[in-house]
């Protein structure tokens, strides 16, 4: 024999009730925003970067990888903003924006041609092909670092 269970739930209840265990700081919020930013411009925009940097750069023999590593995201502290470009520290790709932008004709101090770099554009190009993938990896990320934190702060408490 199924067993059968009549449950009612007034909603407006669970949800005030839901509201006051889990009441986010603007802080925490940012954290959760930033975090799926973050994690959805890496697996779309940064990825396909990666990619078409490295078959520009793939010519060279002497080519370790280091450029294309260095691409990479950095979420900010107080905004709900992630920052897209080359990171410094241990990363030896510095100078990427070089790579992305170009530069106009170049001379030293004496005056003598040092030539110029014509730009990639990879940037462009990935954040135009991974758009609409971004949009829909940071929904998604978003709702999973939510529902984490829900469940994180509600088993503290």
Same mark, same amino acid.
């Given at each position: 024999? /199924?067993?059968?269970?009549?449950?009612?739930?007034?909603?407006?209840?669970?949800?005030?009730?839901?509201?006051?265990?889990?009441?986010?700081?603007?802080?925490?919020?940012?954290?959760?925003?930033? $975090?799926?930013?973050?994690?959805?411009?890496?697996?779309?925009?940064?990825?396909?970067?990666?990619?078409?940097?490295?078959?520009?750069?793939?010519?060279?023999?002497?080519?370790?990888?280091?450029?294309?590593?260095?691409?990479?995201?950095?979420?900010?502290?107080?905004? /709900?903003?992630?920052?897209?470009? $080359?990171?410094?520290?241990?990363?030896?790709?510095?100078?990427?924006?070089?790579?992305?932008?170009?530069?106009?004709?170049?001379?030293?101090?004496?005056?003598?041609?040092?030539?110029?770099?014509?730009?990639?554009?990879?940037?462009?190009?990935?954040?135009?092909?991974?758009?609409?993938?971004?949009?829909?990896?940071?929904?998604?990320?978003?709702?999973?670092?939510?529902?984490?934190?829900?469940?994180?702060?509600?088993?503290?408490?």
């Amino acid at each position: 024999m /199924p067993f059968e269970a009549n449950i009612t739930v007034n909603q407006t209840d669970l949800l005030k009730k839901c509201k006051a265990l889990v009441d986010f700081t603007n802080k925490e919020l940012l954290r959760i925003y930033n $975090s799926a930013l973050s994690k959805a411009s890496t697996q779309t925009v940064i990825k396909e970067a990666r990619k078409d940097l490295k078959k520009f750069l793939s010519f060279s023999e002497d080519s370790t990888g280091e450029t294309a590593k260095s691409l990479g995201v950095k979420s900010a502290r107080k905004k /709900p903003l992630v920052l897209m470009g $080359s990171r410094t520290g241990r990363y030896n790709g510095q100078l990427i924006h070089i790579l992305d932008g170009g530069t106009d004709d170049r001379t030293t101090k004496d005056g003598n041609y040092t030539g110029r770099i014509i730009g990639l554009d990879f940037y462009a190009k990935a954040l135009q092909a991974k758009s609409t993938d971004l949009q829909d990896k940071f929904v998604e990320f978003l709702r999973a670092n939510y529902v984490k934190n829900v469940v994180k702060k509600v088993s503290n408490n």
